[in-house]
C-alpha cells in the first residue's frame, strides 16, 4: 500500500477525519489533493522527526 499503511490505519484516518474522503455509492473515494496533502504532511513530520 501506499505509504506502507495497512487498509485499517488507513480507515482510522478517514474517521479521524485526518484523511478527507468522499461517498460515491457506498464506497469511499480519496481525493486526488486530499492524498497529496496528507503525503506531503507525512513526509514532513517524518523528515523533521529523523532530523531531531
Do not use: H
Given at each position: 500500500?501506499?505509504?506502507?499503511?495497512?487498509?485499517?490505519?488507513?480507515?482510522?484516518?478517514?474517521?479521524?477525519?485526518?484523511?478527507?474522503?468522499?461517498?460515491?455509492?457506498?464506497?469511499?473515494?480519496?481525493?486526488?489533493?486530499?492524498?497529496?496533502?496528507?503525503?506531503?504532511?507525512?513526509?514532513?513530520?517524518?523528515q523533521?522527526?529523523?532530523?531531531s
Amino acid at each position: 500500500m501506499f505509504l506502507s499503511i495497512g487498509k485499517s490505519s488507513l480507515y482510522n484516518l478517514m474517521k479521524k477525519g485526518e484523511l478527507p474522503f468522499v461517498f460515491v455509492g457506498s464506497n469511499r473515494r480519496i481525493p486526488r489533493k486530499a492524498l497529496v496533502e496528507f503525503t506531503e504532511r507525512v513526509l514532513e513530520e517524518r523528515q523533521i522527526s529523523l532530523s531531531s
